[in-house]
């Protein structure tokens, strides 16, 4: 595995999901809250992590998924969530409000909604950038299919997005 394809520390990630979390206007001002569907906005990405803010209106959720071998970490930064994780008896169920931070590690199956009646937004952290996700059948909890994540643009720029504490190469 090449230095670039290796997450980047757990302890990294929080700091980086936290900073951008009190950003409040950067995210803020991009963030879609459609409601025919979720529509996630790149925010950044270098070649060692990316950025999504997601807008989450009621009812709306991201089906059982894992997300390859990228580790992440999500910050709620509007309303309240609720993450279902596959564990060996089954699914586990959890808030997520405001000011949290939830811990992705590899290959994590879960899924995430919104079960509430107000909007909610979050920030995604992954790393490495997303290359794949599968989605898992909620009756069986097998895997049902295997997607490429879909290259987007981010909306900054890479020289601004790099932690002054990540190395280049």
Known sequence: MSAL???IESTLLVDIAAGLAAAVPLWQQVVVHDAVERRPVRLLATDRYEVWVIGWLPGQRAE???HGDAVGVVAVVEGVLTEDVLEHRGLRRDELHVGELLDLPARIVHEISNSSDAPATSIHVYS???RTMTRYDHAT???VVTEIVRWEQPLLADSVARHPSVADG
């Open 141 to 143: 909890l097998a895997p």
């Open 128 to 130: 490495p950038p997303l």
């Open 64 to 66: 059982l998924h894992d």
């Open 5 to 7: 394809s290796e997450p």
